[in-house]
Structures are given as structure tokens and as C-alpha cells.
T-cell receptor
Framework: QQQVKQSPQSLIVQKGGISIINCAYE??????FPWYQQFPGKGPALLIA?????SEKKEGRFTISFNKSAKQFSLHIMDSQPGDSATYFC???????????FGAGTRLAVHP | ETGVTQTPRHLVMGMTNKKSLKCEQH?????MYWYKQSAKKPLELMFV???????ENNSVPSRFSPECPNSSHLFLHLHTLQPEDSALYLC???????????????FGPGTRLTVL
């Protein structure tokens, strides 16, 4: 019940295309769903996050879509750029506790 | 210095060595974390400290020993490690140090540990 499953493991997108990464969780107590971006040699950095009271959140080219009934959420990167090439991690946090469960990560490569 | 810093950035040690990893946060946060990051695996939470008190030990072997002398500093003492302990060790901090919901965690750049 504590797992967060992330797919795909790796993704190649052409510049200007849409990158889509999916995550599924099991624990219905989770109420915080962040996405982290990690560049080589750096620690993960928060990209965007959503709580289950909304189904979508958009910040610039990045959008989280959230489906509470299916217990799934996804990250969409519009107009993908080579600078977006990084590893992306989804995570989920149970309510009332500062503990995040991370997915295994997706390595995104955006080709010019 | 700003954010979360970690030293050393790289460490190579033998299985009989004793070494320590250091983390310092300059964000005024009251919760600090140690994570292990191995290739193609999810980040593994190791320890959580809230207001200097350990609140989570995720079944970590005793060869890893954390220390949190104050809310700004976190150490991970290492002794008699195994080659499979080779990984990137990440420190993080957050503001929400008590029960009340997960909050944004800010990560340091990590220490790349190699155990020979």
C-alpha cells in the first residue's frame, strides 16, 4: 500500500513535443502529490505539486493531471525543450505526516 | 551559503573504514531527512528528524548511524559498510516538522559514496 509506481522508465521526445509521465498509488490516505526534477550532479528539486481537491494544476509548460478515483496522476510537459532533459520523480505523501513515497524515476531526453 | 549543502560530494571508503557525511540547511527548517538513491530504484527514505528528534527509522541497518545535534545540521556516520551500500546519499529539509501533512522537501546535491 506504500508503493508509487512510475512509468515509463525512460522517454525520448523531440523538441516541441509533449512529454507524459504517469504515476499510480495505492494508499488512499495520500493527499499530496509532488513532482521533482533532478539534473545530473544535483539533488531533486520540486517542480510542481497538487492536492486531491483539484483535478489539474498548470504552471507554465508543466501540468499535473490527477484522477482520484483511479489513484493516478501524471505530468505533462508541453513544448518540451532540450533543457528539460532530466530525471523526473513523482511522489505521494500521506496526510498528517511529513513522509514522501517516491516513484522510481523517469529519465527524459529531449532531442533537438 | 543558501539551501541545503552536503559534504563531502564524493567519498570512497573500504569496508573497515569509519566515515561521516554532513548536511547543513540554511533555510530555517525544522525537519531533516536522509535518503539513499540507487540506480533505477525509488529514493529510499532512511531517517527523519523533527526538531532534532528522530521520528522515522526505515529499517536501516545499524552500520548507518544518524546524528542531529540541532535543526540545521544532520550527520550520517558510516562504519563497516558493504559494497551494496554504494549509492548517492541525499539530505533534505522541510518546514513542516510535526504531524500536519507532507510539505515541500528541499534536497542537497548528495554525497556519491563508493564502498570498495
Amino acid at each position: 500500500q506504500q508503493q508509487v509506481k512510475q512509468s515509463p522508465q525512460s522517454l525520448i521526445v523531440q523538441k516541441g513535443g509533449i512529454s507524459i509521465i504517469n504515476c499510480a498509488y495505492e494508499n488512499t490516505a495520500f493527499d499530496y502529490f509532488p513532482w521533482y526534477q533532478q539534473f545530473p550532479g544535483k539533488g531533486p528539486a520540486l517542480l510542481i505539486a497538487i492536492r486531491p481537491d483539484v483535478s489539474e494544476k498548470k504552471e507554465g509548460r508543466f501540468t499535473i493531471s490527477f484522477n482520484k478515483s483511479a489513484k493516478q496522476f501524471s505530468l505533462h510537459i508541453m513544448d518540451s525543450q532540450p533543457g528539460d532533459s532530466a530525471t523526473y520523480f513523482c511522489a505521494a505523501g500521506p496526510g498528517g505526516y511529513n513522509k514522501l513515497i517516491f516513484g522510481a524515476g523517469t529519465r527524459l531526453a529531449v532531442h533537438p | 551559503e543558501t539551501g541545503v549543502t552536503q559534504t563531502p560530494r564524493h567519498l570512497v571508503m573500504g569496508m573497515t573504514n569509519k566515515k561521516s557525511l554532513k548536511c547543513e540547511q540554511h533555510l530555517g527548517h525544522n525537519a531533516m531527512y536522509w535518503y539513499k538513491q540507487s540506480a533505477k530504484k525509488p529514493l529510499e527514505l532512511m531517517f527523519v528528524y523533527n526538531f532534532k528528534e528522530q521520528t522515522e527509522n526505515n529499517s536501516v541497518p545499524s552500520r548507518f548511524s544518524p546524528e542531529c545535534p540541532n535543526s540545521s545540521h544532520l550527520f550520517l556516520h558510516l562504519h563497516t559498510l558493504q559494497p551494496e551500500d554504494s549509492a548517492l546519499y541525499l539530505c533534505a529539509s522541510s518546514q513542516d516538522g510535526v504531524a500536519g501533512g507532507a510539505d515541500t522537501q528541499y534536497f542537497g546535491p548528495g554525497t556519491r559514496l563508493t564502498v570498495l
